[in-house]
């Protein structure tokens, strides 16, 4: 059994910052790609920042230059740093991650984990 566990959001003015985790627990052999995904109200879920296991990253362009996305392999942990955050970052974000257990290797997805920007 594999879990993704999300910590770290909640109410930010715009212009401030956040740093989301992502946490895998469980009967984990390794860890492939991770990503963050988000759905705002009324919207599609959408990949947001994705990250390989040598590390290479790839953004929306819409949180290009703001949002850093990391992880710690000995953790096995991701984190989203997110800066100047905007109104339209609102969302529910999510952390899915290719895992492989006992099971073999699954898709897995976190809670989420609200993030609203408001003054």
């Known amino acids: 059994q594999v879990q993704l566990v999300e910590s770290g959001g909640g109410l930010v003015q715009p212009g401030g910052s956040l740093r989301l985790s992502c946490a895998a627990s469980?009967?984990?052999?390794?860890?492939?790609?991770m990503g963050w995904y988000r759905q705002a109200p009324g919207k599609q879920r959408e990949l947001v920042a994705h990250i390989t296991s040598g590390g290479t990253t790839n953004y929306a362009s819409s949180v290009k230059g703001r949002f850093t996305i990391s992880r710690d392999n000995a953790k096995n942990t991701v984190y989203l740093q997110m800066n100047s955050l905007k109104p339209e970052d609102t969302a529910v974000y999510y952390c899915?991650?290719?895992?492989?257990?006992?099971?073999?290797?699954?898709?897995?997805w976190g809670q989420g984990t609200q993030v609203t920007v408001s003054s």
């Open positions: 899915n991650g290719n895992i492989a257990a006992r099971g073999g290797l699954r898709n897995y």
């Open positions: 469980g009967s984990i052999i390794s860890i492939d790609a």
